[in-house]
């Protein structure tokens, strides 16, 4: 649907108002009516680095989801303000992990002899605590972009014993560790936080490489096997992209994996009247299928799929966030506790300073 012509006046007033005191970041799954405001668009490892190269402005208001406006906080100069368009942009994946889930986890490796040699590595799709308890244990943030080069540096931390404690995504930790790292299924176990112990015995976790949290996305689970198999069916030469929050089932049968940035420079790069399935979410599908009428962009689901919490972040909440500003009024900030901060901090740096 079009956008209210009165909001996007008010939104480009307000924006106008604040100049370069305000700087707008949009993740590439936000709505049209919210992404035409943005300045910067990206996935979360993008968006992370250019809210850390924006010392000058004043406001970050982040178009996107709790955790990456936490990130923001964290990485931002302690006199910016980040503000998150609306509190209940949560995530249901971030929201599978709690820390005091994850200390009880750790004490079971502690018990089973094994914690002095397991790295934890969180995807940025976690909450500020998770990543700081990773950055307290030796362990790193690494997002869908760069899972290969966090686990690379993971399993280098403790010579062959090495293991790795991946949260909260067991798709993207699975997929990395079987497609990328040479890992087999077998070398994977899943804790289970709903479980007592995990549902893991100390043996399964002496004898894993990647113990992974049961965790995943709503949005990416959903995408199945057999829907692939129907498109290759209908439409002959269909190339298959898909990013690496789907199961392990549907990455196995795709043709390309990646990141929401891969999959954008996939399509950008792909010849005219080649055809695409695509399996994320549906608000950049759509936006890719407009901006490449000369390809066939189709989404991998049959039925509509948008992230709900992403999709929060709409046009009115964008306007009050943003005329609350020009009004001196700050709204709806995120901010990290001091402690957690630091420490979250630490495993932020370590992937930011990955190779790659
Ligand atoms: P990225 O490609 O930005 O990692 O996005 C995946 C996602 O689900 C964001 O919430
Ligand atoms: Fe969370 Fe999935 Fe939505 Fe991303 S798409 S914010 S992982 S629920």
Same mark, same amino acid.
């Given at each position: 649907?079009?956008?209210?012509?009165?909001?996007v006046?008010?939104?480009?007033?307000?924006?106008?108002?604040?100049?370069?005191r305000?700087?707008?970041?949009?993740?590439?799954?936000?709505?049209?009516?919210?992404?035409q405001?943005a300045?910067?668009?990206?996935?979360?490892?993008?968006?992370?680095?250019?809210?850390? &190269?924006r010392p000058?402005?004043?406001?970050?208001?982040?178009?996107?989801?709790?955790?990456?406006?936490?990130?923001?906080? !964290?990485?931002?100069?302690?006199?910016?303000k980040?503000v998150?368009?609306?509190?209940?942009?949560g995530?249901?994946?971030?929201?599978?992990?709690?820390?005091?889930?994850?200390?009880?986890?750790?004490?079971?490796?502690? &018990?089973?002899g094994?914690a002095?040699?397991v790295?934890?590595?969180?995807y940025?799709?976690?909450?500020?605590?998770?990543?700081a308890?990773?950055g307290?244990?030796?362990?790193?943030?690494?997002?869908?972009?760069n899972?290969?080069?966090a #686990?690379d =540096?993971?399993?280098?931390?403790?010579?062959?014993d090495?293991?790795?404690?991946?949260?909260p995504d067991?798709?993207l930790?699975?997929?990395t560790?079987?497609?990328?790292?040479?890992?087999?299924?077998?070398?994977?176990?899943v =804790?289970?936080?709903?479980?007592?112990d995990?549902?893991?015995? %100390?043996?399964?976790?002496?004898?894993?490489?990647?113990?992974? =949290?049961?965790g995943?996305?709503?949005?990416?689970?959903?995408?199945?096997?057999?829907?692939i198999?129907d498109?290759?069916?209908? !439409?002959?030469? !269909?190339?298959? #992209?898909?990013?690496?929050?789907?199961?392990?089932?549907?990455?196995?049968?795709?043709?390309?994996v990646?990141s929401?940035?891969?999959?954008?420079?996939?399509?950008? &790069?792909?010849?005219?009247?080649t055809? =695409? %399935?695509?399996?994320?979410?549906?608000?950049?599908?759509?936006?890719?299928? %407009?901006?490449?009428?000369?390809?066939r962009?189709?989404?991998?689901?049959?039925?509509?799929?948008?992230?709900?919490?992403m999709?929060? !972040?709409?046009?009115?909440?964008?306007?009050?966030?943003?005329?609350?500003?020009?009004d001196?009024?700050?709204?709806?900030?995120?901010?990290?506790?001091?402690d957690?901060e630091?420490?979250?901090?630490?495993?932020?740096?370590?992937?930011?300073?990955?190779?790659?």
């Amino acid at each position: 649907a079009a956008s209210d012509p009165d909001l996007v006046a008010r939104a480009r007033a307000a924006k106008e108002a604040l100049g370069s005191r305000v700087f707008v970041l949009g993740h590439h799954y936000q709505r049209d009516e919210v992404i035409q405001f943005a300045d910067v668009t990206g996935d979360s490892f993008k968006l992370a680095r250019d809210a850390a &190269a924006r010392p000058e402005a004043e406001f970050i208001v982040f178009c996107g989801v709790h955790f990456m406006a936490e990130s923001a906080d !964290i990485l931002t100069a302690p006199t910016q303000k980040v503000v998150l368009p609306d509190l209940a942009a949560g995530c249901s994946m971030a929201d599978m992990a709690r820390l005091a889930q994850v200390e009880d986890a750790w004490d079971a490796m502690v &018990a089973a002899g094994v914690a002095s040699s397991v790295v934890p590595v969180t995807y940025m799709n976690s909450s500020a605590d998770i990543k700081a308890f990773c950055g307290r244990n030796g362990g790193a943030v690494c997002t869908s972009s760069n899972a290969e080069s966090a #686990l690379d =540096w993971a399993f280098s931390q403790h010579g062959d014993d090495t293991k790795v404690f991946f949260l909260p995504d067991q798709h993207l930790g699975r997929n990395t560790a079987v497609l990328k790292m040479g890992l087999t299924l077998d070398d994977c176990v899943v =804790w289970d936080p709903r479980q007592p112990d995990g549902g893991l015995t %100390a043996e399964q976790l002496r004898d894993a490489k990647m113990i992974l =949290w049961r965790g995943h996305c709503s949005v990416h689970g959903r995408f199945s096997p057999d829907t692939i198999d129907d498109l290759r069916a209908t !439409i002959p030469g !269909i190339n298959i #992209l898909v990013h690496p929050e789907c199961v392990h089932e549907v990455v196995l049968k795709a043709d390309l994996v990646g990141s929401t940035e891969f999959i954008i420079k996939t399509v950008e &790069a792909a010849p005219a009247g080649t055809a =695409w %399935a695509i399996g994320t979410e549906l608000n950049l599908v759509k936006r890719l299928a %407009a901006a490449h009428p000369d390809k066939r962009i189709v989404f991998l689901d049959k039925t509509v799929c948008y992230c709900s919490t992403m999709n929060r !972040i709409d046009l009115p909440h964008l306007v009050w966030a943003l005329e609350s500003l020009v009004d001196g009024v700050v709204v709806n900030q995120i901010e990290v506790d001091p402690d957690t901060e630091h420490w979250a901090k630490v495993a932020l740096q370590r992937m930011l300073e990955l190779p790659g």
